[in-house]
T-cell receptor, first 116, second 113 residues
Framework: AQSVTQPDIHITVSEGASLELRCNYSYGATPYLFWYVQSPGQGLQLLLKYFSGDTLVQGIKGFEAEFKRSQSSFNLRKPSVHWSDAAEYFC??????????????FGQGTRLTINP | NAGVTQTPKFRVLKTGQSMTLLCAQDMNHEYMYWYRQDPGMGLRLIHYSVGEGTTAKGEVPDGYNVSRLKKQNFLLGLESAAPSQTSVYFC????????????FGPGTRLTVL
């Protein structure tokens, strides 16, 4: 079955430290992969997406992610986090056929806490 | 350009009451979606629409109905609310296929007592 797993429910890092959030997927072909961020009390905002080409994808707010087919992973990274990066991060994979139409499937999310 | 808006932001219902959540988008998107977000479960798709006048079931459609009478609006209805429907509801839209970037509204926090 097509799915996405975010192994870490909650991660805490210090401000200025590097960050890596893990995302593993199960998919039969080359997937479309997304990272979204949800700030407290807000909706989700797209950080970056991958569907072909260069496996290292640059996104907004200084984030990047690397598609590794051999590991079925699409981990999100940032060299130096800021307090404003505290949020929940969702990985998504698609297209997944649900009820006859193509959709995205979201992971369970990783909550990021930043220590001052 | 407001993007995706949702009304209301918060609501408390008693079991058995009904309500309608309104989603509006001003980006001329064809696809619209309703998700619910519960702790530890990520986002789950309730219903979606691929264009004006069309609706379809997602992963967790039971207890909900939807309508898309106008392209810019997507309504989510709860006919008889249950405590299990306590959740945060998000609307999203995308230009075309399910793999296009989805734009999300700010969410509606619903509590059913």
């Amino acid at each position: 079955a097509q799915s996405v797993t975010q192994p870490d429910i909650h991660i805490t890092v210090s401000e200025g430290a590097s960050l890596e959030l893990r995302c593993n997927y199960s998919y039969g072909a080359t997937p479309y992969l997304f990272w979204y961020v949800q700030s407290p009390g807000q909706g989700l905002q797209l950080l970056l997406k991958y569907f072909s080409g260069d496996t290292l994808v640059q996104g907004i707010k200084g984030f990047e992610a690397e598609f590794k087919r051999s590991q079925s992973s699409f981990n999100l990274r940032k060299p130096s986090v800021h307090w404003s990066d505290a949020a929940e991060y969702f990985c998504a994979v698609g297209p997944v056929l649900i009820q006859g139409a193509q959709k995205l499937v979201f992971g369970q999310g990783t909550r990021l806490t930043i220590n001052p | 350009n407001a993007g995706v808006t949702q009304t209301p932001k918060f609501r408390v219902l008693k079991t058995g009451q009904s309500m309608t959540l309104l989603c509006a988008q001003d980006m001329n998107h064809e696809y619209m979606y309703w998700y619910r977000q519960d702790p530890g479960m990520g986002l789950r798709l309730i219903h979606y629409s691929v264009g004006e006048g069309t609706t379809a079931k997602g992963e967790v459609p039971d207890g909900y109905n939807v309508s898309r009478l106008k392209k810019q609006n997507f309504l989510l209805g709860l006919e008889s609310a249950a405590p299990s429907q306590t959740s945060v509801y998000f609307c999203a839209s995308s230009y075309s296929s399910g793999t296009d970037t989805q734009y999300f509204g700010p969410g509606t926090r619903l509590t059913v007592l």
